[in-house]
């Protein structure tokens, strides 16, 4: 797996630097709120678990599934919800926490979906953001590092569902694009 990557861009020491700064950030604008966490699976796995246990207050957990990328490294463009939350979200503070803000498209998709269940509050918290590659008008409330357009995998983030395991966050060879 190691011999894939062309290049390391985050380490897990500067990862979880920012993982500390957004923590501190969330403690600072949620501490007294209960607010509903919600983990966008599968990619935000490993920044939630790192995140979560560094917030000193009373939250819950909630967990959705979304996918606009068939595979490889381009999204489809139409995003699908495969979970729901179970929890009921009105009147509640919501953070949706995202391991990468890209095109806009996921977001753009849950946000509008979330709304729906009227909660009091509902911002984004994501790790990595690539702004260049916008596509909607979508800006998260809490970016932990803003990224080239560059395609990452690691530490939560695959390519055709590996390298999820890295424990930093890289780019890959492009042989391996050209020899899946
Ligand atoms: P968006 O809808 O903003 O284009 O993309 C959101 C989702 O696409 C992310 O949650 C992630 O699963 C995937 N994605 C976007 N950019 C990258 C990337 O550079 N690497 C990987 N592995 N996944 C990405």
Known sequence: MLQDIERVLLTQEEIAAHVAQLAARLTADYAEKDPVLICVLKGAVNFFKDLVVQLPFHCEYEFVVAS?????????????????????????????????????????????????????????CTLLDKPSRRRVELQADYVGVTIPNEFVVGYGLDYNEHYRNLPFIGILKPAVYSHP
């Open 68 to 124: 606009s990328y068939g595979g490889g490294t381009q999204t489809s463009g139409s995003v699908q919800l495969r979970k729901d939350v179970f929890t009921d979200l009105r009147g509640r503070h919501v953070v949706v926490i995202e391991d990468i803000l890209d095109t806009g498209l996921t977001l753009d998709f849950l946000v509008a979906h979330l709304k729906t269940k009227e909660p009091a509050s509902l911002k984004i």
